[in-house]
């Protein structure tokens, strides 16, 4: 039902898509629907949230990745970054929603936020273990990380940060900026 919902929402935006229309794309009865989902905005936030759980799978792989912390910090950002990109250019027409309804995706966002920064500070954690990193506080250190490539996500999106700059010219950069901050001597 929820990706009945995403795929609706997508070819016919949110407010030209009704409850009938996702219950006869999901092949379930209205009722049904309405059992799982009260509205059709609690509906629209379940898609949000499918969309940042994919997002967080990809993130947790990482993080299980046995691999050093810097590499492992440098490829988090990076897949951070372009999974919110391909996500918001695969659901194509929902952009204008969502930027519509920020509000409501931010609400869900926060608890994603905590999330996040708790898989950046057990790569920082992991990195001061070997002897990688430098710095004080990781919870601070991942918090400024998180909301550094949160901060980033629009311009990246857009094609602002780098231009027409090749992807690996902009990761190095990116890396530069990082593992500096960590304490490293790149």
Do not use: C, W
């Not at 250190?141 to 998180?146: D, F, R, S």
Request: net charge positive.
């Amino acid at each position: 039902m929820i990706e009945a919902a995403r795929v609706l929402f997508i070819r016919n935006g949110y407010d030209h898509t009704t409850m009938t229309d996702i219950a006869r794309e999901a092949k379930k009865g209205r009722r049904t629907l309405y059992v799982h989902f009260p509205s059709k905005e609690v509906l629209f936030r379940r898609v949000i949230e499918m969309e940042l759980n994919k997002i967080l799978d990809v993130l947790r792989a990482i993080v299980d990745k046995d691999i050093p912390a810097d590499k492992k910090i440098m490829e988090f950002v990076i897949s951070r970054l372009n999974n919110v990109r391909h996500t918001i250019f695969r659901n194509g027409s929902l952009r204008a929603d969502f930027t519509r309804f920020y509000l409501t995706i931010d609400s869900i966002r926060r608890k994603y936020d905590k999330f996040e920064i708790n898989l950046i500070r057990s790569i920082l954690i992991e990195g001061r273990e070997q002897g990688i990193f430098h710095f004080d506080n990781p919870d601070v250190m991942a918090a400024i990380i998180h909301y550094s490539i949160k901060g980033l996500e629009s311009p990246y999106v857009r094609g602002l940060v780098a231009g027409n700059v090749e992807v690996r010219i902009l990761e190095r950069h990116a890396r530069q900026v990082i593992l500096r901050g960590l304490g490293m001597n790149i």
